[in-house]
Each structure stands twice: as structure tokens, then as C-alpha cells.
């Protein structure tokens, strides 16, 4: 019987989240894809508010929230939510492969 390899590689996609947050110190983007570090992926605020950072995701589902100023929020520009385990929620983004 003939071996059946795949040459298709799954490719990471370059995926940005943003906040509005005029008035916050420090934005921190933590979730499931960088095992809830707050550490590893601290937003850029562009001076008007607007908080950005960028990441590179396999397709999939990820579960995510903001740390702001040491508060959890959930994304306000995602409706997809999901329960977490601390009676509140968690946003959720779904990517797609391409």
C-alpha cells in the first residue's frame, strides 16, 4: 500500500487586536494562544487611545482578554464570548484557514 504524505503546511496568519482605551496605562493581550501570560504580548498605545498588538495564530479557536491597569475586560468589538471557569467571560476568535 502506497504512503500517503501531505505537502500542505498550515501556515501561522499575522492577526491584530486592538483597544480603545483613552485612559489606561498599560494594555496587556493575554489568551490561550500565549497560555494566559501576562508577560509575553503587552499592547502599544498610540497616543489617542487606541492600543494595538499583533500576533501570528495557527487557524483555530482562541479564548482572550485585555488586562488593563490590572483589570480583565473582554474585547468590546467581539460579540463571541465564551464562560470561563471565574463566572465571567472570555472573548473568542475564530480563524479560519485560508
Given at each position: ?14 492577526i ?19 497560555k ?28 482572550y ?11 468590546p ?19 479560519t484557514?485560508?
Open positions: 500500500m502506497a504512503k500517503v504524505t501531505s505537502t500542505t503546511k498550515i501556515k501561522r496568519r499575522k491584530t487586536f486592538s483597544l480603545n482605551s483613552s485612559d489606561a496605562q498599560e494594555v496587556i493581550l493575554i489568551g490561550d494562544f500565549n494566559w501570560n501576562h508577560k509575553k504580548h503587552p499592547m502599544k498605545g498610540d497616543g489617542n487611545g487606541i492600543w494595538k498588538k499583533s500576533v501570528m495564530l495557527l487557524p483555530g479557536s482562541y479564548e482578554k485585555f488586562l488593563v491597569d490590572g483589570e480583565w475586560k473582554e474585547d468589538q467581539n460579540n463571541h464570548k465564551s464562560a470561563n471557569c471565574f463566572g465571567t467571560y472570555n472573548s473568542v476568535f475564530n480563524l484557514a485560508p
